[in-house]
């Protein structure tokens, strides 16, 4: 899960503290793991969706599921959309959250290069 190419952000479900990112996590922030280690989860959103974060952590306590969309905020200010999934888990006698967060916009992008790669192939055949 560490080495993954996905971007994997663990925090704790109680501090709300992110404890452990990987590689892709940093990246998709523009910054290093450790920039990102302690710091509170909202502040990897942008403020308007800070509360929002707060309240859906607070309304239910899910074991897993999609988390949907969030505008998020990376360290040289520039802004970008992810749709999370998340589950929790025990570690270290702590229950925690673990964030697989895919950027939407270049997925979007790719797929519709895709589309349109074999939509062209398939007018000339």
């Known amino acids: 899960m560490w080495e993954s190419p996905i971007p ?14 990987n590689r892709a996590a940093a ?10 280690q302690g710091r509170l989860v909202e502040s990897c959103v942008v403020q308007g969706e800070r509360a929002r974060l707060r309240a859906g952590l607070r309304a ?3 074991r897993w599921g ?3 969309y969030w505008k998020c905020l990376a360290k040289d200010g520039s802004r970008f959309v992810v749709q999370i999934r998340f589950h929790q ?3 270290n006698g702590e ?3 673990v964030v697989l967060a895919t950027e939407v916009l270049p997925v979007y992008a790719a797929c519709a290069a895709a589309v349109g790669a074999s939509g062209a ?3 000339r055949v």
Request: hydrophobic share 40%; net charge neutral; no cysteine.
């Open 8 to 21: 994997v952000l663990l925090f704790d479900s109680s501090s709300r503290r992110i404890s452990r990112v």
């Open 27 to 36: 990246a998709l922030f523009r910054t290093v793991p450790e920039d990102l």
């Open 60 to 62: 239910f306590d899910p």
């Open 66 to 68: 999609d988390g949907g």
């Open 89 to 91: 888990t025990v570690q």
């Open 95 to 97: 229950l925690v959250h």
């Open 121 to 123: 192939s398939s007018k």
